[in-house]
């Protein structure tokens, strides 16, 4: 059964930076996909990050770009997204998520792609 959990989440004020962690466990995920989303109140959930599990094809949502930085340790079956430079505007409930693309095969960016998701951490930003 495949888990996934997410922490690392907090509030902090605009300028600051916060580390997302998700930890992932239940299968060999060599040829999964992994991806970061988020969803304000209010708002739909929106891609912030993907990347195949050995770190590869690593793509960015627009809005995040130069500020956000994906990263995986396979050793600790972990993933992680570095939030620089935080804005009001990034205020969320951030998700990761995984889904099987098999070898070579494309990282999906939409949320409907994805098969597993954790439940959750809060990111607030003050301003």
């Not at 959990?5 to 299968?27: D, N």
Request: aromatic fraction near 12%; hydrophobic fraction near 35%; charge should be positive.
């Amino acid at each position: 059964q495949v888990q996934l959990v997410e922490s690392g989440g907090g509030l902090v004020q605009a300028g600051g930076s916060l580390r997302l962690s998700c930890a992932a466990s239940g299968r060999t995920f060599s040829r999964y996909a992994m991806g970061w989303f988020r969803q304000a109140p209010g708002k739909e959930r929106e891609f912030v990050a993907a990347h195949t599990w050995s770190g590869g094809r690593i793509s960015y949502a627009d809005s995040v770009k130069g500020r956000f930085t994906a990263s995986r340790d396979n050793a600790k079956n972990t993933i992680y997204l570095q939030m620089n430079s935080l804005k009001p505007e990034d205020t969320a409930v951030y998700y990761c998520a995984t889904v099987y693309i098999g070898l070579g095969g494309a990282v999906p960016r939409q949320p409907k792609q994805y098969e597993y998701w954790g439940q959750g951490t809060q990111v607030t930003v003050s301003s």
